[in-house]
């Protein structure tokens, strides 16, 4: 009696063992079913009739007519530092080469609204490595701002403004 309850005892574990192996595998099934979207098809799809593919010149002309008066890309390090006596040093901001617009970017701390530096003009493809504060900070880290105005140089005119965080350190 005591071998056949140790051979129930294996079956039992065996098939235990199975409905865990096939659970599993069910819900792997089930969870990567879940994840992929399924096709979904609304009525016909109508036919090429007057359409026509552009020549490679006019997407070219398009794409970069587009690129020219839409896009534009900034690059700032989300970092600065600077020395206490001087009030010199590294900040990273690029007017990508691609932008059509020149930029003007305002550090403006978030503590107070003061501005502690302004760039000037940064036309496409120049960029600023080192600068000068226009206000004296005392050591320490600052949380900034900096506002990006965007120009029209035909034009003279402020096309728009977007910001970025910046943090500033003053070191003694």
């Known amino acids: 009696m005591k071998i056949e309850t140790k051979i129930k ?50 997407l070219k002309d398009y794409q970069q007519k587009k690129v020219d008066e839409t896009q534009f890309t900034l690059t700032i390090f989300p970092e ?50 080192k600068a000068k504060l226009d206000k004296p900070l005392e050591a320490g880290t600052y949380k900034a701002t900096a506002q990006v105005d965007i120009y029209d140089s035909k034009l003279k005119e402020k096309r728009g403004t977007t910001q970025a965080v910046i943090e500033i350190t003053v070191n003694k």
Request: glycine share 6%.
């Open 9 to 58: 005892k294996k079956w039992m574990i065996l098939l235990l063992l199975l409905l865990l192996v096939l659970g599993t595998a069910g819900a792997y099934y089930w969870y990567n079913s879940q994840k992929n979207p399924k096709e979904l098809i609304a009525g016909d799809y109508p036919d090429i009739k007057d359409a026509k593919k552009m020549t490679n010149k006019e």
């Open 80 to 129: 600065a530092t600077f020395d206490q006596k001087t009030s010199e040093g590294n900040i990273y901001i690029k007017n990508e080469p691609v932008n059509a617009y020149p930029i003007n970017v305002r550090v403006i701390l978030d503590k107070d609204k003061s501005l502690v530096y302004e760039s000037g003009m940064i036309q496409p493809g120049y960029e600023v490595t």
